[in-house]
């Protein structure tokens, strides 16, 4: 009985000596891994739907990415509150049921207020529910994180998209209408109106830009320049500890 006794006290105090704790990511690396490191437009290639299908101009680009911005902020935000009374079993439908909530709040405020924008946007408004992004974070980081850190996650992972969302339908605009951010004044108000820029003739734009192969063109040149600066910054730090070799 004694050696019994004896033995599962060492195990006992193995497993507390060898419990292992797992770091959690600090609030500059969450940040820097939504907006470039594992930016969801560029990299994990989520939301190509809206992505393509919106950017013709970059109003619309900029009013679909706030408002997935909204929408992940806030469903982060309240997924990472009640994930300790969410059941496993259940946790995907009350997800979708969350998200689609605060669409609905979001659409029928753009409706409302932006009535240009949301006859742009039309149906992919609605489809932020759907977006892979959006339920992509709840399930691999809110659901499992803290407030805090799942706000911070839901933000940098919405701008990161809103980011390229812009950038393409900026680049998209210009090559395709010889314009940019026509349309601003409806979207931030008459003081904004001064941003949009016609900046050559209609006779020397490229149709295709605003086309959905356009679309496609425009993500792979984006997607090949984080690909060359990643590798530039690669190969730099490898020649930094690269040993030279000592000539005799």
């Given at each position: 009985m004694s050696d019994l006794k004896d033995t599962e006290t060492v195990h006992g105090t193995l497993d507390k000596d060898y419990k292992v704790k797992v770091k959690k990511p600090s609030f500059i690396s969450i940040f820097v891994k939504g907006i470039w490191k594992e930016n969801p437009g560029l990299c994990q290639l989520l939301g190509l739907c809206p992505l393509l299908a919106v950017s013709s101009t970059a109003t619309s680009a900029l009013g679909l990415?706030?408002?997935?911005?909204?929408?992940?902020?806030?469903?982060s935000l309240?997924?990472?509150?009640?994930?300790?009374?969410?059941?496993?079993?259940?946790?995907?439908?009350?997800?979708?049921?969350?998200?689609?909530?605060?669409v609905t709040i979001v659409r029928f405020e753009v409706e409302a207020y932006f009535p240009n924008l949301y006859d742009t946007l039309g149906i992919y408004l609605s489809l932020i529910v759907t977006n892979c992004i959006i339920m992509g974070r709840a399930e691999a980081f809110a659901g499992k994180n803290d407030v805090f850190r799942s706000t911070i996650d839901a933000f940098s992972s919405g701008l990161g998209f809103s980011i390229v969302l812009f950038?393409?339908?900026?680049i998209r605009e210009i090559l395709g209408n010889g314009t940019w951010f026509i349309g601003a004044s409806d979207l931030l108000g008459?003081?904004?109106?001064?941003?949009?820029?016609?900046?050559?003739?209609?006779?020397?734009?490229?149709?295709?830009?605003?086309?959905?192969?356009?679309?496609?063109?425009?993500?792979a040149l984006l997607i090949a320049f984080k690909n060359f600066l990643d590798n530039l910054k690669k190969n730099r730090e490898d020649r930094r500890f690269k040993i030279k070799s000592i000539k005799v």
């Open positions: 990415g706030i408002a997935t911005i909204i929408v992940m902020i806030f469903s309240l997924i990472s509150l009640m994930r300790k009374f969410i059941l496993q079993e259940v946790r995907i439908p009350i997800y979708i049921v969350v998200i689609a909530s605060l950038a393409l339908g900026s008459p003081f904004a109106s001064f941003l949009e820029t016609r900046l050559y003739d209609e006779s020397y734009t490229y149709i295709i830009a605003i086309l959905p192969p356009g679309g496609f063109f425009v993500l």
